[in-house]
């Protein structure tokens, strides 16, 4: 059973998550040779304050921040 945990900054759309979990799980089946049922996959969100970039905090940089679709 693979299991994946994916970690995303905020601000990706519901639509964008749902498309990423549907393409991963493809690839997953089609590489590990396993059913749809078994893969499993962690989206782990963190907001922009909780994660940096060269020692500067995402919140504080506007220019890295993610465009909500």
């Given at each position: 059973?693979?299991?994946?945990?994916v970690n995303?900054k905020?601000?990706?759309s519901?639509?964008?998550?749902?498309?990423?979990v549907a393409?991963?799980?493809?690839?997953l089946?089609?590489?590990?040779?396993?059913?749809?049922?078994?893969?499993?996959?962690?989206?782990?969100?963190?907001?922009?304050?909780?994660f940096?970039?060269?020692?500067?905090?995402v919140?504080?940089?506007?220019?890295?921040?993610?465009?909500r679709?």
């Amino acid at each position: 059973m693979p299991i994946v945990k994916v970690n995303i900054k905020e601000g990706r759309s519901l639509d964008q998550k749902r498309r990423m979990v549907a393409g991963m799980t493809k690839v997953l089946c089609e590489t590990m040779e396993v059913p749809p049922a078994s893969v499993r996959i962690i989206i782990n969100e963190m907001r922009n304050e909780d994660f940096a970039i060269a020692g500067t905090l995402v919140c504080d940089d506007p220019s890295r921040q993610v465009k909500r679709s």
